[in-house]
């Protein structure tokens, strides 16, 4: 089982920047697609991004040109560029082993990790 720990979350003001990062354990990480996940407050978990094994990204259309999916398989460890943050943008944010399916599903694993907050000022 893929264990994960979320990092980089804090208080930033709109319009600033944050990089989140998500280490994982084991050795099958770079088999694994991975994806961020984020729960606003009062809000149900949403997925913001995904990438697969091979690189291919899918993202949720409200950061769109906002946010960067990537992976560093050396590093076992996932991350998550994000840009121009809005308000809307505060949530607690997760990262998951995901499977992506076609073109439009990403299927959340059963292993989520403790999350890091990201709160943006207006």
């Known amino acids: 089982q893929v264990q994960l720990v979320e990092s980089g979350g804090g208080l930033v003001q709109a319009g600033g920047s944050l990089r989140l990062s998500c280490a994982a354990s084991?050795?099958?990480?770079?088999?694994?697609?991975m994806g961020w996940y984020r729960q606003g407050p009062g809000k149900q978990r949403e997925l913001v991004a995904a990438?697969?094994?091979?690189?291919?990204?899918k993202y949720v259309d409200s950061v769109k040109g906002r946010f960067t999916i990537s992976r560093d398989n050396a590093k076992n460890t996932v991350y998550l560029q994000m840009d121009t943050l809005k308000p809307e943008d505060t949530a607690v944010y997760y990262c998951?082993?995901?499977?992506?399916?076609?073109?439009?599903?990403?299927?959340?694993?059963?292993?989520w990790g403790q999350g890091t907050q990201v709160t943006v000022s207006s």
């Open positions: 998951n082993t995901v499977t992506m399916v076609g073109l439009n599903t990403v299927i959340p694993g059963d292993n």
């Open positions: 084991g050795s099958i990480f770079s088999l694994k697609a």
């Open positions: 990438i697969s094994s091979g690189g291919r990204t």
